[in-house]
């Protein structure tokens, strides 16, 4: 590098407020600060890298400490005006907080801080990085940034304000710069290049602006480079493409025709060529996927928008308009989302290139799968052929307060079989009997008994006795013997007591838990909500709920015989054992005997006869 030689970024740095590329609405405000002599005693720049946040500060430090100052128009000629250019500290101290972060550092600003200015108005500390200062740093300058002697000015900067104390930053009037659009910064280059007479197209100027993100120190700096290769022939997009290991339009257009084709075997050919020139898998997948996103924008976005958001020439937007029916959003936003996956994935493997070849196919064969026509032709298919159902399982639920079975259809009538005999036992004889169904009659047989309501106080009763046998508190029990449920269920367990007083006790902590937690082991769930009060209308007492009658079951004409009770039968050996009782026994007196009940049967009279006995009141 020659002796005189001075970097582009550094040689075209604006001197001015005037000169800032963009930023439009923190050169007014700073405008009219210095105009209205409203100038703040502590700044906090805060923005992306490249936006102008240093130049900015070195600015305002001119027009304070200028001669002519404050004024937005520096001399830039003054001795003050030199020293910031040249970065000589004498009343403008630069500080980087990245090698300057600790507390002593911060107490060595303010010991120097009483001195007056020697040769402008204004004392000013610029620290960069703010951010990386240490806590007890930050907290040493608090008091000092809040009331500052006098004709002493901060200006922080910073590309990460959240890690700024919030302590600093409510002392500050705060600067947000912003990312400077391409167009912007396309101007800016296409204005050196003309300075400094370097043959660069257009295209090429676009190429540069859309790889510095918004930083216009980037774009320069990158102007430099490419500066060299302008001698012999004009700078185009391929050359700054080659520069950055950026691949072709074209060669992506082509790439991404094969993908949408579902051509793998073409899509690998001209991958192997791509990654033969020199680039790396994952720069060739970064630059397929902002073609995709290119893609999207096309796809659902107006002109205007695109052109925008694109930066593309007429020619490349044709491309993709004429690509663009060719698949639908979603499939787009899935090869983005399956792109973005692999290079992940490239970034963690130490074999690159078999998962970049692994990646190319797998979005080609994806693109076919994803069709949304042949996804709806497979819905109709499946719900148009016969699917089998698996079996379902009826569960039952915990708690039927009441229950009615469905009625059993009717069986559909057999075809006539010819007759069968079957041996069946008369009632008072046991040798089997020939007959036929067809001689038995249909009114004989036992009829299907119809489904009863369930009682809900008989499952409320049950469901009651298994919520106390889970109560562990020996106290909690005895006081629920006194209680009535009222509702027991999974979503609700309802207790009631007569007494206000048993109420409240039930309602105590360690009562109330114990209730809740055998709630929650009988339904196996947990937080049942467990409500305790006093009887209200419709309560339903489990105790003078009347169990409703069951239907008697229905017994065959011949089997009424066999299935009667026997009466016991009375041998002579039980008379003779009797008489001999009685001749043993001494004679007694008379007594009045009770007057016999009335409602004494037949058989309690045939034993009262046998063994002489009597009815003791």
């Known amino acids: 590098m020659g002796e005189n030689y001075i970097p582009l970024y550094r040689k075209y740095r604006p001197q001015k407020l005037e000169e800032i590329v963009?930023?439009?609405?923190?050169?007014?405000?700073?405008?009219?600060?210095?105009?209205?002599?409203?100038?703040?005693?502590?700044?906090?720049?805060?923005?992306?890298?490249?936006?102008?946040?240093?130049?900015?500060?070195?600015?305002?430090?001119?027009?304070?400490?200028?001669?002519?100052?404050?004024?937005?128009?520096?001399?830039?000629?003054?001795?003050?005006?030199?020293?910031?250019?040249?970065?000589?500290?004498?009343?403008?101290?630069?500080?980087?907080?990245?090698?300057?972060?600790?507390?002593?550092?911060?107490?060595?600003?303010?010991?120097?801080?009483?001195?007056?200015?020697?040769?402008?108005?204004?004392?000013?500390?610029?620290?960069?990085?703010?951010?990386?200062?240490?806590?007890?740093?930050?907290?040493?300058?608090?008091?000092?940034?809040?009331?500052?002697?006098?004709?002493?000015?901060?200006?922080?900067?910073?590309?990460?304000?959240?890690?700024?104390l919030d302590t600093i930053k409510s002392r500050c009037q705060r600067f947000d710069f912003r990312r400077i659009t391409t167009d912007d910064i396309a101007k800016h280059l296409r204005y050196i290049a003309d300075k400094e007479n370097i043959n660069i197209s257009d295209g090429a100027l676009y190429s540069i602006a859309k790889n510095s993100a918004g930083g216009m120190r980037d774009s320069i700096a990158l102007l430099d480079q490419v500066s060299i290769l302008g001698e012999s022939k004009e700078i185009t997009e391929d050359d700054i493409n080659n520069l950055l290991g950026r691949i072709s339009f074209d060669i992506l257009h082509e790439m991404a025709e094969y993908i949408i084709q579902s051509n793998a075997i073409d899509a690998v050919k001209i991958l192997e060529k791509v990654y033969n020139s020199g680039n790396e898998p994952v720069q060739i997948l970064t630059n397929l996927m902002y073609y995709f996103k290119n893609l999207l924008i096309v796809k659902n976005c107006d002109s205007k928008t695109v052109i925008d958001l694109t930066n593309l020439n007429e020619a490349q937007l044709k491309l993709l308009e004429e690509q663009k029916d060719s698949l639908e959003t979603h499939q787009i936003v899935f090869l983005i989302e399956k792109t973005a996956d692999y290079i992940k994935e490239i970034k963690m493997t130490t074999n690159q290139q078999m998962w970049l070849e692994v990646?190319?196919?797998?979005?080609?064969?994806?693109?076919?799968?994803?069709?949304?026509?042949?996804?709806?032709?497979?819905?109709?298919?499946?719900?148009?052929?016969?699917?089998?159902?698996?079996?379902?399982?009826?569960?039952?639920?915990?708690?039927?307060?009441?229950?009615?079975?469905?009625?059993?259809?009717?069986?559909?009538?057999?075809?006539?079989?010819?007759?069968?005999?079957?041996?069946?036992?008369?009632?008072?004889?046991?040798?089997?009997?020939?007959?036929?169904?067809?001689?038995?009659?249909?009114?004989?047989?036992?009829?299907?008994?119809?489904?009863?309501?369930?009682?809900?106080?008989?499952?409320?009763?049950?469901?009651?006795?298994?919520?106390?046998?889970?109560?562990?508190?020996?106290?909690?029990?005895?006081?629920?013997?006194?209680?009535?449920?009222?509702?027991?269920?999974?979503?609700?367990?309802?207790?009631?007591?007569k007494q206000a007083i048993f109420v409240k006790q039930a309602n105590e902590g360690n009562k109330?838990?114990?209730?809740?937690?055998?709630?929650?082991?009988?339904?196996?769930?947990?937080?049942?909500?467990?409500?305790?009060?006093?009887?209200?209308?419709?309560?339903?007492?489990?105790?003078?709920?009347?169990?409703?009658?069951?239907?008697?079951?229905?017994?065959?004409?011949?089997?009424?015989?066999?299935?009667?009770?026997?009466?016991?039968?009375?041998?002579?050996?039980?008379?003779?054992?009797?008489?001999?009782?009685r001749q043993a026994e001494p004679e007694k007196k008379t007594e009045k005997q009770p007057e016999e009940p009335d409602f004494e049967s037949d058989q309690s009279k045939m034993i009262k006869e046998l063994f002489d006995g009597k009815y003791i009141n």
């Not at 204004?122 to 990386?132: G, L, N, P, S, T």
């Not at 907290?139 to 002697?149: G, Q, V």
């Not at 769930?525 to 009658?549: M, N």
């Open 359 to 497: 990646g190319i196919i797998d979005l080609a064969n994806l693109t076919n799968n994803t069709k949304l026509l042949e996804l709806q032709n497979r819905l109709q298919a499946l719900e148009g052929g016969a699917v089998v159902q698996a079996p379902v399982r009826h569960i039952v639920p915990p708690i039927q307060q009441s229950s009615v079975s469905k009625p059993i259809p009717k069986p559909e009538p057999e075809p006539v079989k010819p007759p069968v005999t079957e041996h069946v036992e008369a009632a008072d004889s046991k040798e089997p009997v020939e007959t036929k169904k067809e001689d038995i009659k249909e009114e004989e047989f036992t009829p299907m008994p119809k489904a009863k309501m369930t009682d809900p106080s008989t499952d409320i009763r049950t469901l009651w006795s298994n919520l106390l046998s889970h109560i562990k508190s020996p106290s909690t029990q005895a006081l629920l013997k006194l209680a009535n449920p009222v509702k027991i269920a999974p979503d609700e367990v309802v207790i009631t007591f």
């Open 512 to 581: 109330k838990t114990a209730i809740m937690e055998a709630a929650d082991e009988m339904f196996s769930q947990k937080d049942t909500p467990v409500k305790i009060r006093t009887p209200q209308d419709g309560d339903v007492e489990i105790g003078k709920v009347a169990p409703q009658p069951q239907p008697k079951p229905v017994t065959p004409p011949e089997m009424r015989k066999t299935l009667a009770p026997k009466e016991p039968e009375i041998t002579d050996k039980d008379i003779q054992e009797v008489e001999d009782v």
């Open 22 to 164: 963009g930023q439009e609405h923190i050169k007014q405000a700073l405008t009219n600060a210095i105009n209205l002599g409203k100038i703040s005693h502590a700044y906090l720049f805060t923005g992306p890298r490249g936006t102008g946040k240093t130049s900015t500060a070195r600015i305002l430090a001119k027009s304070l400490n200028c001669v002519n100052g404050p004024t937005v128009s520096p001399c830039g000629k003054c001795a003050s005006c030199v020293d910031i250019t040249n970065t000589v500290p004498i009343d403008v101290i630069e500080i980087d907080a990245a090698s300057n972060r600790k507390v002593e550092d911060a107490q060595n600003i303010l010991e120097k801080i009483q001195y007056v200015p020697v040769n402008g108005k204004y004392k000013i500390y610029i620290i960069d990085e703010v951010h990386m200062l240490t806590n007890t740093a930050f907290n040493a300058l608090l008091k000092t940034l809040e009331e500052p002697p006098k004709n002493v000015v901060f200006i922080l900067a910073t590309t990460e304000s959240h890690k700024v």
